[in-house]
Each structure stands twice: as structure tokens, then as C-alpha cells.
């Protein structure tokens, strides 16, 4: 049976763990889901990887809600390289699901944009998990996580 973790942040303003927890058993019942919340993104790579080394994880998500100030964009980048070091570190994928709050008009688009990329996230969590010969079959088609695919170049 095989063991993924989620890690989210109590900064968010939408439970994504809630959704890729969801998906990941309405898609995948076999799977053991290990679930953490910190405070913030900075703090996902440490949650991650001791999911990874402790709890022995195949694969990890780590789900975050940086705001719109440049400091949280800051902040957010700084936790995107926290995550890169944990992966090479352990030798393990940790995906990482970001929604910025200025990626969306209203509160409401921001709620469902960070449920359907939590979701298609986790998807791909399964697919590279499971299936991972299926994102082959998806290289340069422009697919993306909660908005639109965009799409391969003609």
C-alpha cells in the first residue's frame, strides 16, 4: 500500500488539504494518506521531509496560499527552494501546489481555484505514483493546474 503525505498551511484561506485528501481517495482508495499543517509555506520543505524520512512517504504534497504583498512572493519563492533541496535531499517528488491570492478576481474564484489545483494536483500525484508512463502521453500539451490547459505551440 503506498503512503503519501500532505502538508498545508494554517495561512491559507482555503482547505486544500481538505481536496487533494479528497481526491486522492474518491481516485485511489489504496492509499494511505499522512497529513501535517504548519503555519506557513516557509515551513512546508521541514514538514515535508520528515513525512518523507519519519513517516516513509513515496511522494508528498505540499500545498501553500502566499499572498499578494511582494514580501509573501518573496516568501514563497524562498519555501520553492526549501522544497527543491528537501526533494534532492531525499530523492523523492514533493509537489508543490501554490495558489497566490492575486491569481484570482474575487474570493470566490480564489476558492475554486485553489480546489480544482489542489485536485488536479493530487491526480497527478496518483498518475505519478501509479501511472507515471501516462505523463509521458502529456509531454508539450500545455497542461495546467486549475485554470485552462494552455495548450501545445502549433
Not at 79 to 100: D, R, Y
Amino acid at each position: 500500500m503506498a503512503r503519501v503525505g500532505i502538508v498545508d498551511t494554517s495561512f491559507a484561506r482555503f482547505n486544500m488539504g481538505r481536496s487533494a485528501r479528497e481526491e486522492i481517495r474518491q481516485l485511489a482508495g489504496g492509499i494511505t494518506i499522512l497529513q501535517r499543517t504548519v503555519p506557513g509555506v516557509k515551513d512546508l520543505p521541514v514538514a515535508c521531509k520528515k513525512l518523507i524520512e519519519e513517516e516513509e512517504c513515496e511522494m508528498v504534497m505540499a500545498l501553500g496560499m502566499p499572498g499578494p504583498k511582494p514580501i509573501d512572493k518573496q516568501c514563497a519563492h524562498e519555501a520553492s527552494l526549501g522544497l527543491i533541496a528537501a526533494q534532492l535531499l531525499t530523492n523523492t517528488h514533493i509537489l508543490e501546489v501554490f495558489v497566490h491570492e492575486d491569481e484570482a478576481k474575487s474570493d470566490k474564484e480564489l476558492g475554486w481555484l485553489a480546489d480544482q489545483r489542489a485536485r488536479e494536483h493530487a491526480r497527478n500525484l496518483i498518475t505519478l505514483l501509479l501511472k507515471p508512463d501516462l505523463l509521458r502521453k502529456r509531454a508539450g500539451t500545455g497542461q495546467r493546474e486549475g485554470f485552462p490547459d494552455a495548450g501545445p505551440v502549433k
